[in-house]
């Protein structure tokens, strides 16, 4: 999994947040106001934000069904 800097995190959108620790959780852009009403930057490019450590985002990944998953007529 590719991280991204949190400089380029947009909290309106949805992703996934890795937290220092190894989890990585996936982002509610309902969080966004909370976030930027109380999230700390930290040296390193680190976010302080609800207990957690953020060092890094990545997109969610996307998911394929095979053809034959996917119904036809509804």
Same mark, same amino acid.
């Given at each position: 999994m590719t991280l991204h800097p949190m &400089? #380029?995190?947009d909290? &309106?959108?949805p992703?996934?947040?890795h937290d220092r620790s190894g989890r990585s959780i996936a982002w509610s852009p309902d969080w966004?106001?909370?976030y930027c009403r109380y999230? #700390?930057?930290h040296e390193g490019?680190?976010?302080d934000f609800d207990g957690l450590v953020l060092d890094g985002w990545s997109d969610l990944p996307k998911i394929e069904l095979p053809a034959d998953c996917v119904p036809h007529d509804i």
């Open positions: &400089s #380029r995190f909290p &309106s959108k992703c996934l947040v966004a106001p909370t999230a #700390r930057e490019g680190l976010i």
